[in-house]
């Protein structure tokens, strides 16, 4: 089953010509996620070819322009096209709000339910078929939430060896027992999964933390991350600056991906407009100095989230 984070936009602010406005869309098995639409998203989408009508969830992070600019003209959008199944969106308070006053004001023309829900408490906020999301409170000058999207465990390896030495035939007993269901072989002997099976393997998991303090807190919710996007918005010689806005810095974000445990991969976004191409390179060396794991993000860019077993 295949995994994979697209980086639509990865500035932060102010869009640039190379550099739209923050959101990444998860694709999982054809089934599309966007955890915050800036301005800029519906761009890159086109860009990259995807189906926008596939995207399930539209999560987002915090009520400021930068993160939210891009959300009426990808609802416009996707009336374009035949949709239907429900679009949910899931936020912090006034994005209920800023929908419904979006869709009055413009008068949009929608062929389709959507269905906002407002965060209210930390916690799991979304279920799918294998998986699930859950956001966590950050610090920001709004209220402002991560979000993780963590699979179930998986079934052990099967062994087709131990079937063969409990004379199971292969076909549909070997898939029964894949499955998770016990089976009674021809002499009557029952069998367990646990017989040919090995033990249960961890799924996969993403984190997004963008437009925060360094909350130590943090490293707890995205422990075992195998991509883990985070804001790095400023230089470390700014701390003070991003403190001030309740930012973070690369190398802090790196801190936090260097106290949990398990993170696989740390993809540094929502830059300062201040920095140039060039000027990146400095926030990624301060971070990779702390947590080597560590990229830059760009526009348009793909990370494939692989399974480590």
Not at 108 to 132: A, L, R
Not at 180 to 199: A, F, H, L, N, Y
Not at 236 to 257: F, N, P, R, V, Y
């Amino acid at each position: 089953m295949n995994l994979e984070a697209f980086i639509l936009g990865c500035g932060g602010m102010m869009p640039l010509p190379n550099r739209h406005l923050t959101s990444v869309l998860l694709r999982r098995e054809g089934e599309l996620f966007l955890f915050d639409c800036g301005e800029g998203t519906q761009v890159s989408l086109r860009r990259l070819n995807l189906r926008w009508k596939k995207i399930s969830v539209i999560f987002i992070s915090h009520m400021h322009a930068d993160h939210v600019t891009g959300i009426p003209g990808l609802l416009m959008l996707s009336s374009q096209v035949d949709r239907d199944d429900p679009l949910y969106i899931i936020g912090p308070p006034k994005i209920a709000e800023y929908v419904e006053s979006n869709r009055r004001v413009l008068d949009m023309y929608i062929n389709y339910e959507i269905i906002v829900q407002e965060i209210t408490s930390p916690g799991i906020v979304y279920k799918g078929d294998g998986f699930h999301v859950r956001c966590f409170p950050l610090s920001h000058t709004k209220p402002c939430y991560g979000y993780t999207l963590e699979e179930d465990m998986r079934p052990g390896e099967f062994h087709p060896q131990k079937a063969q030495a409990l004379n199971i035939p292969m076909g549909k007993l070997w898939g029964k027992l894949q499955k998770g269901e016990s089976i009674m072989t021809e002499d009557g002997k029952e069998v367990q999964p646990d017989d040919v099976m090995g033990s249960a393997r961890q799924g996969r998991k993403f984190s997004f933390v963008t437009d925060s303090l360094a909350l130590q807190e943090i490293s707890t919710h995205v422990i075992g991350s195998d991509l883990f996007i985070c804001e790095g918005m400023f230089s470390q010689d700014l701390a003070e600056d991003a403190h001030s806005k309740k930012h973070m810095t690369a190398a802090e974000a790196a801190g936090i991906a260097a106290s949990s445990q398990g993170i696989k991969k740390l993809a540094l976004i929502h830059y300062s407009p201040r920095y140039i191409e060039y000027e990146l390179k400095q926030l990624l060396k301060e971070a990779q100095e702390i947590f080597p794991e560590t990229v830059l993000t760009r526009d348009r860019m793909i990370f494939p989230i692989e399974f480590h077993d």
